[in-house]
């Protein structure tokens, strides 16, 4: 049969066990996507891989821009960051889960005090001791625990949005070194071209064949081919250490190679990708999965403030040895514990526990409106970039057509002039419109290649 006291014990058992198990963390869902369904005027391919899970090596068909993309992500500096950033956490959130169970310590005391009587009392301690450990029956512990932890999650996810970001980065910067090495080149030869007119121009001058108009025409355009050259020069050593502060040291030999990288490839540079459905970022852009976590971590902290308002217990207990004598510890007869449970019961804190409640609400509704703008931004960039996907293919051929006829205009204006048929005006407008053509085509195709590496971004690769 079984007794009362029994009984008893059991029920309290249950009593602990159940409100252990008490959380007052609201529920959590996933707020609506503030974004239209689907792409405007693009049509899903469901079969293809999804852009997140092509990884950035297979992206990238260059293999030098695939080196220093490697490179990069083993040397940049705000990577290491970020990575050391999740180890931190990692800590703080292992601290908070360490919160949960008791502290040990092993613990010695020895004190003496003078009496009345002029005798001396001695008492000496040795043993276990455990103080202040809360029992968390209202989930307060176990709601800071789950913030830690949506924390450090948070934290992967921004080491992986950071990753994302700087292959993006690198790619560009290294396409924008490829263009301004063929600017370079191009200016280099518009160059020379105006200075071989210049010459001719003074000699027909000097012979009395061409008018003082045309030599003062031909020196300004030749020195603002001279100023072009600088600042192409300028801009390429501005490409060249933006490219090594990406990469995190000095940059190889041989991986930026002017000579190689002035050669315009028709060689596709990058994978072509599918656009998925808007709602497929939300689990593959790892920004808006780190606004997420922010969120369930503002959600749970919601949990805590509310056990704020309940009675906090806590437990200091020890167990050993005691003895009036030092020699006396450990003897038979010395052993004894001590057990001191404490409950505090929150009666007047001049609204400090509300206010906390409050300021948890709105941290939520904070973190609700960041990860919907993280949404909404996210949408905007790949829309961004489906769009110059559609455009851009048609004006890079149209330039391409543009830059054709102009140099067979430039080279027929030329033979005209040296036949005598046409001005030298004619020659001096062939020719800077056929540089201003070429210099758009190279603009043209650097954007529609760093477009490229917009969507891969926008869509959630590169980790």
């Known amino acids: 049969m079984i007794s009362t006291f029994t009984m008893r014990r059991s029920a309290l058992a249950l009593a602990v066990l159940t409100l252990s198990g008490c959380s007052f963390i609201p529920t959590y869902e996933r707020p609506a996507a503030p974004v239209a369904a689907e792409w405007s005027g693009v049509t899903p391919v469901a079969a293809a891989t999804p852009a997140a899970e092509v990884a950035w090596a297979d992206f990238v068909s260059d293999a030098r821009l695939r ?10 500096r705000d990577l290491r960051v970020a990575t050391l950033n999740i180890e931190q956490v990692r800590a703080q959130y292992q601290i908070r889960r360490a ?12 004190s003496r005090q003078s009496n009345a009587d002029d005798s001396i009392t001695s008492l000496y301690t040795a043993g276990l001791a455990m103080s202040g450990w809360e029992i968390d029956f209202f989930g307060r512990i176990a709601s800071l625990k789950e913030v830690a932890l949506a924390q450090y999650l948070a934290s992967e996810e921004a080491r992986n949005a950071a990753q994302t970001s700087l292959v993006a980065s690198v790619a560009s910067t290294w396409l924008s070194l490829q263009a301004s090495d063929e600017l370079l080149a191009l200016t280099r030869r518009a160059f020379a071209t105006r200075q071989d007119s210049l010459r001719l121009t003074r000699l027909r001058f000097d012979n009395g064949v061409t008018s003082a108009l045309d030599l003062r025409q ?3 355009l030749t020195a603002a081919a001279e100023s072009a050259l600088a600042q192409q020069q300028r801009q390429r050593a501005l490409d060249l ?3 090594t502060l990406l990469v995190g040291q ?3 030999a041989g991986l930026v190679d002017p000579a190689r990288d002035a050669v315009t490839t028709t060689q596709p540079l990058f994978r072509d990708l599918p656009a998925g459905l808007p709602s497929d ?10 606004a997420e976590q922010t969120l369930i971590a503002a959600n749970a902290n919601i949990g805590a403030a509310r056990a704020a308002f309940f009675p906090r217990i806590s437990l200091t207990a020890s167990v050993g040895s005691a003895s009036s004598e030092l020699s006396g510890l450990f003897k038979d007869g010395s052993w004894g514990f001590s057990l001191a449970p404490q409950a505090l019961l929150p009666i007047f804190d001049a609204g400090r526990n509300r206010a906390g409640l409050e300021s948890a609400k709105v941290g ?3 973190a609700v409106a960041q990860y919907e703008k993280a949404i909404q931004t996210a949408f905007r960039e790949v829309a961004d970039a489906l769009a110059g996907r559609a455009t851009l293919g048609e004006q890079l051929r149209a330039q391409q057509a543009q830059a054709t006829a102009e140099a067979e205009r430039f080279r027929l204006a030329e033979l005209r002039y040296r036949n005598g048929v046409a001005s030298f005006l004619e020659v001096l407008d062939a020719q800077r419109s056929l540089f201003a053509t070429q210099q758009t085509l190279v603009q043209t195709r650097l954007v529609q290649q760093q477009n ?8 959630g690769g590169g980790y």
């Open 67 to 76: 080196e220093l993309i490697g490179l990069a992500i083993k040397n940049n």
């Open 99 to 110: 919160d949960q169970f008791p502290t040990l310590n092993l613990a010695a005391t020895g």
């Open 218 to 220: 031909a020196e300004s």
């Open 241 to 243: 250490n933006a490219l």
């Open 250 to 252: 000095p940059l190889p």
């Open 281 to 290: 970022l939300l689990t593959r852009r790892a920004d808006i999965r780190q």
């Open 364 to 366: 939520r509704e904070l």
């Open 452 to 459: 490229q590496v917009a969507l891969y971004k926008a869509l």
